[in-house]
């Protein structure tokens, strides 16, 4: 179905998978694994304050409510598409695409999650591989970043496989206590060189106003 709302149409397919603009219908979809638990076992993955913390029903709650708020602010100096990840037509995570003055710096990030039931497939990386598509061809990007606490071995050796360089080191805090996060940067000329040829954009020629994109980013 079309939706009036132009980031809910984008679609990008890989021959695993499909990001389908996260509707309330997949976000529904959804809630059973956000119910069941995707971040409730050491090492902790998510950053404070994160709503996979909190306990049932008021996870899935605030994970809903900060949905619909993202929607809802979207700017050409912040704006973030959501993407339910959809494995033969069923929803089994979720992957988003974050720009902060992109119109000026042509730079995003990224962040997403994956059913338990559903990791140590290569979904993850697939899932990455298919919204960098849509940041580089799509849209323009010019650099992607990524962090993810040192001990997150899963999302850093995706990091580092898609070609990302280390890009120094930070803190931040998850379920309370202080822990260290590795920064990652993806620039537009070495994702040039690994490019995928089985992604397909779909919608997003529609969504560039929404984004307040018109043209290819200003030089900083």
């Not at 001990?151 to 931040?172: C, F, K, M, Q, V």
């Not at 206590?177 to 997003?204: F, K, M, N, S």
Request: glycine share 8%; proline share 7%; charged share 25%.
């Amino acid at each position: 179905m079309a939706h009036t709302y132009p980031p809910l149409n984008v679609e990008i397919r890989t021959p695993r998978l499909t990001l389908a603009g996260a509707t309330d219908e997949l976000l529904e979809r959804l809630v059973p694994h956000v119910r069941a638990g995707i971040a409730d076992t050491p090492p902790y993955p998510l950053d404070d304050p994160s709503c996979f913390y909190a306990d049932s029903p008021e996870r899935e709650w605030r994970w809903q409510r900060s949905i619909w708020a993202g929607r809802s602010r979207v700017t050409p100096e912040a704006w973030r598409l959501y993407f339910a990840v959809l494995v033969d037509g069923e929803p089994v995570g979720m992957q988003d695409l974050i720009g902060r003055d992109f119109h000026r710096f042509g730079t995003v990030s990224s962040f997403s999650w994956l059913a338990t039931a559903h990791r140590g497939r290569g979904l993850g990386k697939d899932m990455r591989a298919a919204v960098l598509h849509l940041a580089f061809a799509g849209l323009g990007a010019r650099e992607a970043g990524s962090d993810a606490f040192v001990d997150n071995n899963a999302s850093n050796h995706i990091s580092r496989s898609l070609g990302y360089e280390p890009n120094g080191t930070d803190w931040d805090t998850r379920r309370g206590e202080p822990a260290r996060i590795q920064q990652w940067r993806l620039t537009r000329d070495t994702w040039e060189r690994t490019r995928r040829d089985d992604i397909h954009l779909t919608g997003v020629e529609a969504c560039l106003p929404v984004l307040g994109i018109g043209q290819e980013p200003t030089a900083p």
